[in-house]
């Protein structure tokens, strides 16, 4: 309302009556570059005087885009994609541009700080206090000292998410070592994805995600991995999507496998809303119609050794009829599982159609390059190991292992050493104190627990308060927080109420609500810090945040932090730490390798590299083409490997095959048969196992990410809030969406409040009801519901994850998110 | 002269809504005050559920209805066709938000979707502008004259295809393509963050530029062409993709 | 007959009313100063915020139903001012000076319900004569707005002075009458010359705005002469009670049937219609506000006005009126709101219907117009003699 301003009025019509000059003024200005038509692609634009283009990474997932973070004046006022970084080519996923904002958040802590009010819980204000650095990392070094003095090193625990390099998480193996306990380093990994992790482990040999050329392959079978929302890299996802139906001759067809409908649904050629917790016996059935209509890869599978084929339905195969190439146990596999998983079959277990089945399977079938890939949807549930290794086992059917256009692994950067050895700064208690043998306090790894898991990060709060196998003194987070995402979540508010709790993120949060000391990290924009990729395309590469303006606020580097507190340990472990310096220096060495193995884009150094943000070397290494596999000799995919070199260098299982019978589980077939009640026949084949859902309920209740879900600070960024959840349209906060014929049964409306109810909790929810999810699924995404996380977070819309049972995987140990079994009532 | 014209492939759009964050950051919009949207709709019943969205930027018509009735002339098209509004002169009577057919227009005097409302949490300090963001735009980048930059109270505020980029385009361009160096800087937040470069930005006056090129080989349409607005954004709709119908459905 | 003897024959209008009209000036006042007051803090405050008007599609609120229901009763009140000033009806010259002084008061509570609505009010005042947009039918609104203020403030001061006539007044009131016309059919074309809303577009409306102007005028003549006379017809003048009698009624009754016509018309055909937008006829006619108006609104009044018990009698033509000012700004909000509840392109961003409720500050700002509409006609019936008639009827 500027009613009363008439000062400006006169001024502005003043401005106003110059319109048309400023606008030919304008036209002008176009001229004064005076360039060619078409503006010549080798002079770069240039950018607005006074403004700096630093080159950074992404923060907001996984995918680490390289970006442009624009700043004039100490003021960050853009960012957009690198346009010479692999994974981002100049683009953006709709978090990106947010980056700013998550810079100058009004609520990020301005510096180190102590909890004043010795009681903790949702209620309690903890009345921190501003404090030095000093006396901030003197606090949690005497903490340290004291517990290893007393022998009680172990009682310290480090747990952390995101990690992303050399510089910060790649600390803290080293720091486990010298201090001494195995719970430094405890990652998030079995609460994000190690159920594909396993699965490949199992099959392929390799305990890793997957890289893909998508780019080459005709055709993508995609089980419960929304490419178009969630699955990293995102922003890469969506280049590919443009050209791979947009671009791309012949245009690759697409079948996705989702319990409701997204974008990804809606955007493929066919969308199969399958049972929740059912991908496996989609993929078995696929396998199956792959086998009885001969539609395998013969050159990478093997064939029978008079070519005819004697898959039949139902009918068991002499397994010396058949030669196996690069896979092992197919005829087993078929004769002890597969030869019953007919499409009829799986219609049942799915509630998908036969016929939609048959079809899937016959275009996957015959559509080569082809690639199935399979993320969260299909193996966060108690039968995912079994799902994901049906699912993998396709590419292995249709020979997409290290194909053009098929699947393979990713290669690491050419990092320099680091300026130190931590071997040379072990004292005795490093060596060989009792730490040594003391079980990690989540049971990864022990046979009480679980013994092939990665991480265990949601056992912790559990077994911490269980004193099993003993309680935690110190805890220390960096980058999760586990108070609010980890399966009945309430168990952690009790457990960090008798730990010291270290919380270390600029953000406020549950975890530093309830801690004890806050060592504020810088927020992405303000850190140097190095990230080598995740899977991508297979070439190694590594990039680099350089921070685009000074701290704003009395903020320090996590791995800055780390080396703080390692100086002041007592021993050689102190002086280990002053030798690494600080994180700059660990980078300026890891820089040191790219001396002797430049980059493509010329980054040869520490300078080049904080020029360019990234350096990465294509292409990938290996390539198998119709069952033979070769090695790029510099030119071409030209030497060819001997099956030694292919066990050492891809195929790193017991036979050097991809293994339908997997050794690896047979290996431990005792251990796996005895906690997950699976016939030591079977179970170390896929095969079809009946999820066990958790609850009585008489819905399921899926969680799923949203593209703009970022690493956890979307919930607290209002340009985010309201683009949430667009396929239901809400700009205030996240809904739950119900089936119309569920809403009529229990007389609900959209907008209405519902209580959502598990035997492990309860949580209440906005109902949408919509078309878009299965009859039998209520669809939350997971983002809102914080009870402290900034203003705009906190409290707004719903926590999922006091619903959600601790139950996991027990081969895997992947947290079985989308397991619950839920009621829903009018609230 | 030049007119700016813009093309988007909806088989290539995944509904990411990065065009959205990215406008919103670059031109300093409010939450929710999308100048530039996408927009889904939902159709038909389990199992067979359509679910399709619409990127919809400013169509900046030939004929534009907002300039028709802008009492003020604070609406106006340039000599380049784009539609801006011009803050000295708007007096926030909000008839080009009800004349036009695609909901483009924003009054910068709403109730916020989202609260605390950041018009609070960033007040504008000098009492002249609806908000200031820490991150905003260079402070020389302001122009009112065009739409540019944080509007005064009291005004409506519209895309303007980044004016402020694309007017300091070399004379004479065809095609503004973000993968060209030489005109990044140019091209509109929109297209060039567009993962799946579903927007082509260039001169529709151009026959040889990229996005006629596009509008001719894959039959580019306009919306609502019934109106006489004669959209300068044209949408591709491929192989499967589809325009939304206009047609509200009811509610559930 | 001299003004005098005319004054003479109605002896009891003078002191009853003005007891009521220092009454009505005092409470108008009051309570034009407190909601005036209170929309002014809230704006202050929170600017546009305090409206519930939104960006999802309903952009025009409660205030700009005020100030076209206001702008309307004027311009009706105007030209049946000038029914007898200008057209010769000399009838009707017993309710000009009071019609052409409540075309006024009209005039007052609609710029100012405009004026808080608006985001530049101030650069409104200027920017819109100086910017020369012809093909805006709001540049042509206002400086049509603008002669016709203009000639209403100089009819008004020509009644002012004693001894005022017909014949002088007459090419004033026939400009008057232009511009009034003119106004009542602007303000439809801004609504019917949008094409992308079917639900106002059509050419018919800036004559249905007419009708329904006039409707206005004659029904506000009715109500307010009653209420300077205390609802009493035994006390309303000679040539008020003449007019009243007969050709009043009967003027009421063409009307109200026209203004039914189109109603009818509009209702039938928009129910009918397919296009999008449309759909809003059915969720009207499926609200009994609706049916009130139809039935309450203008059958009623219009049965009143033409069955022979009721047509002359005082009291059912205070109802009718009162009746039909209602029913009146019931349609303007109708119409108005309901062209714009189907929203422009928002997808499932917005409700496939929007649905609209005036926020409270917006309630408080038709209060204000309706308290300062009533403040400056209680200020005439005080001070101003508004039953004086011109020297030569």
């Known amino acids: ?827 | 002269m030049t007119k700016w014209g813009m093309v988007i492939d909806l088989e290539k759009c995944t509904g990411c809504q990065a065009c959205s964050t990215a406008c919103a950051m670059e031109n300093n919009r409010q939450p929710g005050e999308s100048w530039q949207d996408v927009l889904y709709y939902q159709e038909g019943a389990y199992p067979n559920v359509k679910l399709s969205w619409l990127p919809r930027p400013c169509m900046h018509c030939e004929n534009p209805s907002c300039v028709h009735v802008c009492p003020t002339k604070a609406t106006y098209k340039t000599e380049d066709g784009v539609v801006l509004v011009d803050w000295n002169k708007c007096i926030g009577c909000k008839y080009c938000q009800i004349a036009c057919p695609y909901g483009v227009r924003f009054y910068t005097d709403t109730k916020a979707p989202v609260e605390p409302d950041v018009r609070t949490v960033f007040a504008a300090a000098d009492g002249k502008h609806t908000w200031s963001p820490p991150y905003k735009a260079p402070d020389g980048r302001e122009d009112w004259t065009h739409g540019v930059g944080i509007p005064p109270a009291g005004v409506v505020s519209k895309c303007t295809f980044c004016y402020h980029k694309v007017s300091k385009a070399p004379a004479g361009v065809a095609d503004l393509n973000e993968d060209n160096p030489a005109v990044k800087e140019y091209v509109p937040a929109c297209v060039r963050t567009c993962a799946p470069k579903a927007r082509y930005f260039g001169d529709l006056n151009n026959p040889a530029s990229e996005v006629n090129k596009l509008i001719a080989e894959k039959k580019g349409v306009r919306l609502l062409d019934h109106t006489g607005n004669k959209p300068q954004v044209y949408y591709l709709t491929g192989k499967s993709a589809v325009i939304p119908s206009g047609r509200a459905l009811k509610n559930t | 007959m001299t003004a005098d003897v005319h004054r003479s024959t109605a002896p009891g209008a003078a002191p009853g009313g003005q007891a009521l009209s220092t009454l009505i000036l005092a409470v108008s006042a009051i309570g034009f100063v407190v909601t005036v007051g209170l929309v002014l803090s809230a704006l202050a405050g929170d600017g546009h915020r305090a409206f519930n008007t939104n960006n999802d599609g309903l952009f025009w609120g409660l205030p700009i139903v005020t100030y076209d229901f206001f702008l309307l009763t004027s311009t009706g009140l105007a030209v049946t001012a000038t029914i007898g000033l200008a057209l010769g009806v000399k009838e009707f010259a017993a309710v000009s000076k009071r019609c052409l002084w409540l075309a006024l008061a009209g005039l007052a509570g609609g710029v100012l319900s405009l004026f808080l609505e608006l985001g530049q009010p101030l650069r409104a005042l200027w920017a819109i004569p100086f910017s020369f947009q012809f093909a805006s039918p709001l540049y042509w609104k206002v400086l049509c707005v603008g002669a016709y203020v203009v000639l209403l403030l100089l009819t008004i001061l020509r009644t002012l002075q004693p001894g005022w006539s017909v014949r002088a007044i007459r090419p004033l009131a026939i400009a008057l009458m232009i511009a009034a016309l003119g106004v009542s059919m602007i303000a439809g074309s801004v609504f019917g010359m949008m094409v992308m809303r079917p639900f106002w577009f059509g050419g018919e409306i800036p004559v249905a705005f007419h009708i329904e102007s006039v409707l206005g005028g004659l029904a506000f003549a009715v109500f307010f002469t009653y209420l300077a006379h205390g609802f009493d017809q035994d006390r309303l003048p000679a040539g008020v009670r003449a007019l009243f009698r007969d050709r009043l009624p009967f003027a009421f009754t063409l009307v109200i049937s026209l203004h039914a016509m189109f109603v009818a018309a509009r209702t039938v055909s928009g129910l009918w219609s397919n296009a999008d937008g449309l759909q809003v006829w059915q969720h009207i006619a499926a609200s009994p506000l609706f049916h009130l108006e139809i039935w309450v609104g203008v059958a009623l009044p219009l049965y009143l006005m033409i069955a022979p018990g009721t047509r002359s009698n005082g009291r059912m033509q205070i109802l009718a009126a009162l009746l039909v000012m209602v029913s009146l700004f019931v349609a303007r909000y109708d119409f108005i709101i309901g062209g714009q509840l189907i929203p422009p392109f928002k997808g499932s961003w917005a409700p496939s219907m929007l649905s609209y409720v005036p926020a409270a500050t917006e309630w408080l700002l038709l209060l204000a117009a309706i308290f300062l509409a009533n403040l400056v006609n209680a200020f005439g019936e005080r001070f101003v003699g508004l039953d004086d008639v011109p020297a030569d009827t």
């Open chain 1, 1 to 827: 309302m500027s009613i009363v301003d008439t000062s400006t009025s006169r001024r502005r019509f003043l401005q106003a009556s110059s319109a048309t000059g400023a606008i030919a003024a304008s036209g002008a200005l176009g001229t004064v570059g005076n360039l060619l038509t078409p503006a010549d692609p080798a002079q770069a634009a240039p950018i607005e005087s006074g403004t700096v283009v630093t080159k950074s990474i992404c923060h907001q997932c996984p995918a680490r885009c390289g970006i442009d973070v624009y700043t004039t004046n100490g003021r960050v006022h853009a960012i957009y994609g690198n346009t010479d970084h692999p994974i981002a080519n100049g683009k953006l996923c709709p978090k990106g541009p947010l980056g700013s904002y998550i810079l100058y958040d009004p609520d990020r802590f301005t510096g180190p700080m102590k909890r004043t009010n010795p009681k903790k819980g949702r209620n309690e204000d903890p009345k921190f206090v501003p404090i030095s650095w000093d006396e901030a990392l003197d606090t949690v070094a005497g903490r340290l000292n004291t517990l290893r003095e007393k022998g009680e090193s172990h009682r310290f625990s480090l747990l952390f998410g995101r990690g992303w390099g050399a510089s910060c998480a790649g600390l803290l193996g080293p720091f486990a070592d010298l201090y001494g306990s195995p719970n430094v380093g405890i990652g998030h990994s079995s609460m994000c994805s190690d159920g594909s992790v396993v699965a490949k482990q199992c099959t392929d040999g390799n305990a890793s995600y997957s890289s893909y050329d998508y780019r080459n392959a005709n055709y993508l079978l995609m089980f419960g991995a929304n490419f178009l929302e969630a699955f990293r890299p995102y922003n890469n996802n969506l280049q590919v999507w443009g050209y791979i139906r947009g671009e791309k001759s012949p245009r690759t067809r697409v079948t996705a496998v989702d319990v409701h409908v997204n974008q990804l649904i809606a955007s493929a050629d066919r969308g199969l809303l399958v049972k929740p917790g059912t991908d496996g016996a989609l993929a078995l059935a696929i396998a199956h119609v792959i086998l009885t209509e001969g539609l395998w890869e013969r050159s990478f599978v093997g064939d029978f050794t008079d070519r005819k084929n004697r898959f039949k339905a139902g009918q068991t195969v002499d397994p010396a009829t058949f030669q196996e190439r690069w896979v092992k146990g197919l005829v087993e596999w078929w004769n002890v599982e597969l030869k019953d998983r007919t499409p009829k079959w799986a219609a049942e277990v799915t509630t998908l159609r036969e016929a939609d089945i048959l079809a899937t399977a016959r275009e996957f079938g015959t559509t080569r390059p082809a690639i199935a890939l399979f993320e969260r949807g299909a193996h966060t549930h108690s039968n995912g190991l079994l799902n994901g290794m049906a699912i993998h086992t396709l590419n292995a059917l249709v020979g997409s292992l290290f194909a053009e256009g098929g699947l393979a692994y990713q290669m690491g950067p050419s990092y320099g050493p680091m300026p130190v050895k931590a071997a040379d700064y072990m004292d005795d208690w490093a060596k060989g104190g009792a730490w040594k043998t003391m079980p990690r306090v989540d049971l990864k790894g022990h046979p009480d627990g679980y013994l092939l898991a990665k991480n265990m990060i949601q056992e912790v709060a559990k077994n911490h308060l269980a004193n099993k196998p003993y309680k935690l003194d110190t805890v220390m987070f960096y980058l999760t927080n586990p108070v609010f995402s980890a399966p009945n979540a309430p168990q952690w508010e009790e457990m960090l109420k008798e730990v010291f709790v270290i919380e270390t993120s600029p953000f406020p949060s549950e975890t530093a609500w309830m801690a004890d000391l806050v060592l504020p990290d810088h927020t992405y924009l303000e850190r140097l810090q190095d990230a080598p990729t995740y899977p991508f395309q297979g070439f190694p590469m590594a990039q680099l945040r350089v921070p685009a303006v000074k701290p704003v606020h009395n903020t320090k580097y996590f791995g800055d932090t780390l080396i703080e507190i390692g100086k002041r340990i007592k021993g050689p472990m102190g002086e280990y730490y002053k030798a690494l310096n600080n994180s700059e220096n660990v980078i300026r060495h890891l820089a040191k390798g790219f001396e002797k193995d430049p980059g493509d884009n010329g980054v040869k150094d520490f300078e080049s590299w904080k020029e360019k943000g990234v350096w990465y070397k294509k292409p990938y290494h290996w390539r198998q083409v119709r069952g033979e596999f070769f090695e790029w000799d510099g030119t071409g995919y030209n030497t060819p490997m001997s099956a030694e070199d292919v066990k050492a260098k891809l195929m790193p299982t017991p036979s050097g095959k991809f293994e339908i019978r997997s050794g690896y589980l047979e290996a431990k077939a005792d251990w796996v048969a005895g906690v997950s009640g699976r016939s030591k026949d079977k179970l170390m084949f896929p095969h079809w196992e009946p999820p066990k859902y958790s609850g009585e309920g008489d819905l399921h209740l899926v969680t799923p990410k949203t593209a703009l879900h970022a690493e956890g600070r979307s919930a607290n960024l209002p340009h985010a809030i309201v683009l949430m959840q667009p396929t239901a349209g809400n700009r205030k906060h996240t809904v739950a969406e119900i089936h119309p014929s569920v809403a009529a049964k229990k007389g609900i409306k959209s907008g209405d409040r519902i209580v959502i109810k598990s035997p492990v909790g309860s949580t209440v929810a906005v109902a949408k009801v919509t078309e878009l999810t299965r009859p039998d699924t209520v669809v939350l995404p997971f983002e809102h519901g914080h009870w402290e996380h900034g203003r705009w977070a906190k409290d707004r819309g719903t926590h999922v994850a006091p619903v959600i049972a601790n139950q996991s995987d027990r081969v895997t140990g992947m947290a079985n998110f989308y397991t619950a079994k839920v009621t829903i009532e009018k609230a």
